[in-house]
């Protein structure tokens, strides 16, 4: 069985007051759904004790982001220990905004997946081609290097750690969402270049990302090969977010 998750990524925003609110609410909301999934809260990693306090346990907490080194004299980054040792157990990795504003490669994709993994969290790894690249029938080439690539450093026993996040960029914040047809054909695009590298692809959870909004994710998480959603502007708002929760069909 795959893990169903749905994870909201606020990116550079939220408060300690939206923090408490926010995730209280998510929280007493979640409580009634009884269709399996995992809702994460990925805040601000300032906010993450705040964030736990309110989760009380019925949420899972991750970051945005992690140094690839574990401890050192690297001044404004923190590692994936820290995040573990915070009580974090997801960890996302190769954001388009970190690729495409701080310049992250493939390469450091993979030394801070490793370092994740090494920690004993959940990796949720993003890939996702730019307008250009699908507009020229690069689509599928480019993700698919980036899986290739950005998992290249996984060892045989450390996949069940692995959560793949589909976000074409040019679907991010922008109100364009890939079709379900689009975004299913990714997903087991993705199935076959794991199982080509000898992961358990089956087993692996590969959600989408990008502008998945209360209107558009029943028909997402239809999808065969789509197991959850990462959701960025609405994940801020709890009665968006929770919806979004709830159009995940039960028993799949
Ligand atoms: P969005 O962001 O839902 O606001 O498009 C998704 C993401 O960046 O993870």
């Known amino acids: 069985m795959r893990r169903k998750i749905v994870a909201g990524n606020w990116k550079m925003n939220g408060s300690k007051d939206l923090s408490e609110k926010l995730v209280g609410?998510?929280?007493?909301?979640?409580?009634?759904?009884?269709?399996?999934?995992?809702?994460?809260?990925?805040?601000?990693?300032?906010?993450?004790?705040?964030?736990?306090?309110?989760?009380?346990?019925?949420?899972?907490v991750g970051v945005q982001n992690v140094g690839q080194w574990q401890s050192g004299a690297y001044t404004g980054e923190i590692s994936s220990d820290m995040a573990k040792d915070a009580g974090c157990r997801y960890v996302l990795v190769g954001h388009s905004e970190r690729r495409q504003l701080f310049?992250?490669?493939?390469?450091?994709?993979?030394?801070?997946?490793?370092?994740v993994l090494f920690s004993g969290l959940v990796v949720i790894v993003c890939v996702g081609e730019t307008l250009e690249e699908r507009e020229s029938g690069q689509a599928e080439s480019a993700v698919s290097s980036q899986?290739?690539?950005?998992?290249?450093?996984?060892?045989?026993?450390?996949?069940?750690?692995?959560?793949?996040?589909?976000?074409?960029?040019?679907?991010?914040?922008?109100?364009?969402?890939?079709t379900s047809d689009d975004a299913q054909t990714m997903h087991a695009a993705i199935r076959s270049v794991l199982k080509d590298m000898g992961a358990p692809a089956d087993e692996i959870s590969l959600l989408y990302g990008g502008s998945v909004k209360a209107d558009n994710a029943a028909a997402l998480f239809a999808e065969p090969d789509i197991d959850g959603g990462l959701i960025g502007g609405a994940s801020l708002v709890a009665k968006d977010f929770v919806s979004i929760c709830r159009y995940f069909p039960a028993g799949t």
Do not use: C, H, M
């Open 25 to 60: 609410s998510i929280r007493f909301e979640a409580e009634s759904l009884d269709n399996g999934v995992e809702i994460v809260i990925i805040p601000p990693a300032i906010y993450i004790g705040d964030v736990l306090k309110q989760a009380q346990g019925a949420l899972s």
């Open 103 to 115: 310049g992250e490669t493939d390469e450091l994709v993979a030394a801070k997946v490793s370092s």
């Open 147 to 178: 899986v290739r690539t950005g998992l290249s450093l996984v060892a045989q026993g450390e996949w069940q750690n692995v959560v793949v996040a589909y976000e074409p960029v040019w679907a991010i914040g922008t109100g364009k969402t890939a």
